[in-house]
């Protein structure tokens, strides 16, 4: 394989400029031509292709957002836009396409593999780690560690007005951000999508903590539950203390990317391009039990992510 091109397709994701990095250097050391799609899949559809160079990925390891920008496409859902997209490939001479996206991107790819014929691999790049086949993705950690950051920083305010603060953190259908942001900043309750919450007993467990002498409290909120305001409303309505809510938002997308994620970005795309070179296909690249791998890029999308309940349990010992 002597062409290949690559895109970042769907929300952007602290590490992408860092995997762009490892696509275009790997390579470009076996020899091989890069494009790089802009504007993801509806940049694919409109030809809209750069040639990339060594030069072209300088200076962007430690920069979050995607160089080659990123955008939803609903049209890589019909049938014209997907042949629209495979005829840009064909008339590029492009032999190979490596996406950096979530579960949305990867169907994507899985459509131009199964039904077209073009070898794909697909790359994770989500903060929502709500990919079933790998343990972590792309830019999960630098989300975490951001979320991390500003929760240190409301505990040192409410610890002072003795107050709770409700946090609502990203995550519409998979609580991981959440529980691991929870977990690492001490918070007393966390709330997500996976579990049903009981508010007697969230209630009970803030009263808990106040009788073993903390003065402040905090809850961490997955939004595919409800949004922080809604919940704080919740709270305060049956309980005397002072309850405040905090979105963080889209600063969790943002931001230069963790050790972590840059060494994801670097095996992930190291990766993919080598089962490109072989002339290997269809699959998407992981990691688990910290080793790199890949898998069929069809049994990948197909799997059902599983939530943690052991750590959930953990923060259940130890929140209080």
Known sequence: MKRIALLTSGGDAPGMNACIRAVVRTALYYGMDVYGIERGYQGLIDDQMVHME???????????????????????LTKDGQKRAVATLDKRGIEGLVVIGGDGSFRGAKTL???????????????????????????????VNTNLDI????????TSHERISVVEVMGRHCGDIALYSGIASGAEIIVVPEIDYDMEDIVMRINRSRANGKHSNIIVVAEGVCTGDEFARKVQSITTYSVRATCIGHIQRGGSPSMSDRMLAAQFGNKAVRLLRDGIGNRVVGIHKNEIFDMDIIEAVNMKKKFNYELYETLQMISY
């Open 54 to 76: 060594m030069r072209s990925v300088s200076d962007i390891v430690q920069r979050g957002g995607t160089k080659l920008r990123t955008a939803r496409c609903l049209d890589m």
């Open 113 to 143: 593999s199964e039904n077209y014929g073009i070898p794909t691999i697909g790359i994770p790049g989500t903060i929502d780690n709500d990919l079933a086949y790998t343990d972590y993705t792309l830019g999960f950690d630098t989300a």
């Open 151 to 158: 929760i240190n920083k409301l505990r040192d305010t409410m």
